[in-house]
């Protein structure tokens, strides 16, 4: 992650491309190489993480420049303002739209969380029996997309820990799909400071890029997925 990497940049705020592989945040497996630590070395200053991706998905990250912007985005998260929107690469031929209500069990937790995700399907490979979705969530559970894609039947590809080790190697070996196929293209926002508008948009990284174009039908028009 480099400064070609930095996507939005103002005096209070900064969106980021991250690569997959790379944590967000130093965290339990004490990895010192994070998003987090690169964007302070890369500007220079002091970060702070009001958002999180997982490691293995790549895309927009949303970090502060100071303690009062981080609190007044982790509010907006925390009330669903933050507009958030993703590309998978799912096992099976998907129906054309839906919602996925299903309540997630935090770790540790007794009760269930309400979490719902809308998603549409934007392409279909008939050879493999995949398909390119795009999706929303309306709240912000550990791992809500993946487990949601589980629920019903649809495991993103290139998932170690919800789909299906089988699947995944045949994705590795016949596509080069080495990683998670999720990414966060998407990040729509009220500005915490000056109230406008800001929407940054994450290019398709060139490795998940590739495999799309060996695997989708030749009409799908990958360019202007994040465009």
Same mark, same amino acid.
């Given at each position: ?33 994070? $998003? @987090?630590? !690169?964007?302070?070395?890369? +500007? *220079?200053? /002091?970060?702070?993480? #009001?958002? =999180?991706? &997982? ?32 590309? $998978? @690469?799912? !096992?099976?031929?998907?129906? +054309? *739209?839906? /919602?996925?209500?299903? #309540?997630? =069990?935090? &770790? ?40 949601? +894609? ?78």
């Amino acid at each position: 992650m480099d400064r070609q990497s930095l996507l939005y940049r103002d005096a209070h705020l900064i969106v980021v491309n991250k690569p997959s592989g790379l944590l967000t945040h130093r965290g339990w497996a004490g990895d010192r190489d994070t $998003a @987090l630590s !690169r964007a302070r070395d890369m +500007l *220079g200053t /002091r970060v702070y993480l #009001p958002h =999180r991706l &997982d490691r293995a998905t790549s895309g927009a990250l949303l970090l502060a420049l100071d303690p009062d912007v981080l609190q007044a985005l982790s509010r907006a998260f925390e009330r669903g303002e933050i507009h958030k929107q993703y590309l $998978a @690469l799912v !096992r099976g031929h998907v129906q +054309l *739209g839906g /919602r996925i209500d299903h #309540p997630l =069990r935090r &770790d540790g937790s007794e009760e269930p969380q309400p979490a719902v995700t809308d998603f549409a399907c934007i392409a279909r490979a008939e050879s493999e029996r995949c398909s390119l979705l795009r999706l929303w969530p309306r709240s912000g559970r550990t791992h809500q997309l993946r487990r949601h +894609l589980k629920h019903i039947s649809h495991p993103i590809v290139g998932d170690t820990r919800y789909g299906k080790g089988e699947i995944n190697r045949h994705y590795r070996t016949h596509y080069g799909l080495h990683r998670l196929a999720l990414h966060a293209e998407l990040l729509g926002f009220e500005h915490p400071i000056t109230g406008a508008r800001v929407e940054v948009r994450a290019p398709l990284p060139q490795e998940l890029m590739a495999a799309l174009e060996r695997i989708l039908p030749s009409d799908t028009q990958l360019d202007g997925l994040t465009g």
